[in-house]
């Protein structure tokens, strides 16, 4: 009779103490930018196991975040090109002492892997491709990605903006430039290598020769609205330590964090 008793007590106790428990456990909220999004995505999936807290990541470019953050939407964590972060530091709306410049990574072409592999190697060969392609996926400058904004800037400055025009297949961010091409829907695509490698059915054909190539700093900083300031420190020296390095490099990234 007695352990009966104990034991219901325990469960009365438990059942007390759940709400407690669940107040506990907290949500972070982290924007990422395409680029650097696979890193992060792995980085949550270690801190989730050895955590109750959960990390909710929403990926965009970099230009929708910083329209997001500048609207007044909440995060915790803000992860971006290097340009964004500078636009974002400039209006307060993040931490300045606790920015890191985290990668570097390099625009690159991605085909399907049973396609003929195209002629990089240099400028003039790098645009014969684009002219005899019979489409080109890239992220819509509109969509506010850094790649897109940029090739879009190329083609019109390599004076074939009218050439490539009806062959254009705009997408709203480059992991969606990876899946158009795996899809059959664009025979080439361009944007950061990071965006291409993670998609099997993607082959990539290599960066963009030295000479036209755009390489990009990402940044990550907590927001001056977070909400836990210290679980997003504990998730940026996350970001910023081995498995940080290790899963920027799986992707083609260059860590600039040691």
């Not at 500048?70 to 300045?96: F, T, Y």
């Not at 002492?97 to 195209?118: C, I, W």
């Not at 091409?181 to 965006?195: H, K, L, M, P, V």
Request: charged letters at 15%; a negative charge; hydrophobic letters at 45%.
């Amino acid at each position: 009779m007695r352990s009966k008793v104990t034991i219901k007590f325990i469960l009365i106790s438990l059942s007390l103490l759940a709400p407690t428990l669940s107040f506990s456990q907290s949500e972070l909220t982290i924007f990422v930018s395409g680029a650097m999004t696979r890193p992060m995505e792995a980085v949550s999936e270690v801190f989730e196991s050895i955590s109750s807290d959960t990390l909710n990541l929403i990926s965009a470019t970099t230009g929708e975040i910083a329209r997001r953050v500048i609207a007044g939407e909440e995060a915790d964590l803000i992860i971006l090109s290097a340009a964004g972060m500078d636009r974002l530091q400039e209006e307060q709306l993040v931490v300045s002492s606790t920015r890191v410049d985290l990668a570097v990574g390099l625009m690159g072409m991605g085909m399907h892997p049973d396609g003929q592999v195209p002629d990089l190697s240099t400028v003039e060969a790098f645009m014969n491709t684009l002219l005899e392609a019979d489409s080109l996926a890239y992220v819509s400058p509109a969509a506010g990605g850094t790649s897109g904004t940029y090739i879009n800037g190329l083609i019109e400055k390599m004076g074939i903006a009218e050439d490539m025009e009806p062959k254009i297949v705009y997408q709203i961010q480059g992991s969606r430039v990876a899946q158009a091409i795996a899809n059959g829907d664009a025979q080439y695509g361009i944007t950061f290598i990071s965006e291409l490698l993670p998609n099997p059915g993607v082959k990539v054909v290599g960066p963009l020769p030295d000479e036209i190539q755009m390489p990009t700093t990402y940044s990550a900083a907590i927001s001056s609205g977070a909400r836990n300031t210290e679980l997003a420190q504990r998730v940026l020296t996350m970001l910023t330590g081995s498995d940080g390095r290790r899963a920027m490099m799986s992707i083609g990234l260059e860590p600039l964090v040691h």
